[in-house]
């Protein structure tokens, strides 16, 4: 069992940043990807960026350029940084976590990000 814990949304201006969390409670070598994905209201979840263990990043094309996923191995934990926010941007924002062994998907509850003036 993976419980991700998130930790860092809130409410921003236009082209402010914020830094999401998200610790597992395994290893981050037990895991093959870490993820975040986001829903805004009305519409459906979507990939935001993502992390392999082989440290291969993946992000969607409305982010790339403004986002960065990293990764602490030493705390388990994968960060987001989101600089150049957008009212666009606005959404829940969870961390999915893609066990390698015993294979499993979990999900965070979810941080809310507001992007707004």
């Known amino acids: 069992q993976v419980q991700p814990v998130e930790s860092g949304g809130g409410l921003v201006q236009p082209g402010g940043s914020l830094r999401l969390s998200c610790t597992a409670s395994r290893s981050i070598f037990d895991i093959n990807v870490m993820g975040w994905y986001r829903q805004a209201p009305g519409k459906e979840r979507e990939l935001v960026a993502a992390l392999t263990r082989a440290g291969v990043t993946n992000y969607a094309d409305s982010v790339k350029g403004r986002f960065t996923i990293s990764r602490d191995n030493a705390k388990n934990t994968v960060y987001l940084q989101m600089n150049s926010l957008k009212p666009e941007d606005t959404a829940v924002y969870y961390c999915?976590?893609?066990?390698?062994?015993?294979?499993?998907?979990?999900w965070g509850q979810g941080t809310q990000v507001t992007v707004s003036s």
């Open positions: 999915n976590v893609d066990l390698r062994s015993p294979p499993g998907v979990y």
